[in-house]
C-alpha cells in the first residue's frame, strides 16, 4: 500500500479519565485528547486541546447505543456524528453532513480500525499494538483531522473489540479475483 499523508502517534496515561498525547512522527506535540467518566463508569464525552487551533468537544448523545456521539467546535459548531446500530455489531456509522464514514476492525488478526469512506474506500488506519495502549494513526487520503481524531476516539474506547477481522473482508473481492475473466 502506498505510504500515508500523514502518521501520528498516540501515548495514554490513566486509567480512570486517560488523557492520549497525540503527536506527529518525528515527535512534535499535536495536542492531548482527555476522556470523561461519569460515577458509573461511563465514557459520558471527551475534549480535545491542540498545541494550536480549535478546542474539539466530544460529547455522548442521549440513548442507550454504544458509541453514539457528536463532535463540536468550542463555538457550538456541528462537526458529526456516529451511532453503532447494534450491541454485536462492530462497525460504527459517522455521519458529516457532506460524506458518512464506516470505522471497522482492520483486516487480518490484530487490534486496530479502518476508517472507510463510503465511496472512495480506506482513508486511515487506526494501528493499535496487542499489549499496551499506544496506537499509529496512518492517514492515506485527504480527511479533517477533527473526523481522524473522532474516529480515534470512538476506536480507542472499544479496542479490545478489533482483534478479528471484520465481516465486511469476506465480502471485497480479492484484486486477482476480480479481474480474472468469468466462465464462459
Excluded at 460515577?39 to 468537544?57: D, I, S, T
Excluded at 442521549?62 to 458509541?67: C, H, V, W
Excluded at 473526523?147 to 480479492?174: I, K
Aim: a positive charge; one cysteine or more.
Amino acid at each position: 500500500m502506498a505510504e500515508p499523508l500523514r502518521t501520528l502517534t498516540t501515548k495514554v496515561r490513566g486509567l480512570w479519565n486517560p488523557v492520549h498525547t497525540i503527536s506527529e512522527s518525528d515527535g512534535s506535540a499535536v495536542g492531548l485528547l482527555k476522556v470523561r467518566r461519569n460515577r458509573w463508569g461511563l465514557v459520558v464525552g471527551a475534549q480535545y486541546q491542540p498545541e494550536k487551533g480549535e478546542v474539539l468537544e466530544f460529547r455522548r448523545d442521549p440513548g442507550i447505543l454504544r458509541a453514539q456521539f457528536s463532535l463540536w467546535t468550542e463555538d457550538g459548531e456541528w462537526l458529526g456524528s456516529s451511532l453503532r446500530w447494534h450491541v454485536g455489531r462492530r462497525q460504527i456509522d459517522l455521519w458529516t453532513g457532506s460524506k458518512p464514514y464506516r470505522v471497522v476492525p482492520r483486516t487480518g488478526l490484530g487490534r486496530g480500525w479502518r476508517v472507510i469512506a463510503s465511496r472512495t474506500g480506506e482513508v486511515a488506519t487506526i494501528r493499535l499494538g496487542l499489549l499496551g495502549r499506544a496506537a499509529r494513526i496512518e492517514m492515506r487520503r485527504k480527511m479533517d483531522p477533527e473526523l481522524l481524531l473522532f474516529c480515534y476516539f470512538l476506536g480507542s474506547l472499544t479496542s479490545m473489540e478489533s482483534f478479528f477481522p471484520s465481516w465486511l473482508d469476506r465480502a471485497v473481492p480479492s484484486p486477482a479475483r476480480a479481474s480474472a475473466p468469468g466462465p464462459t
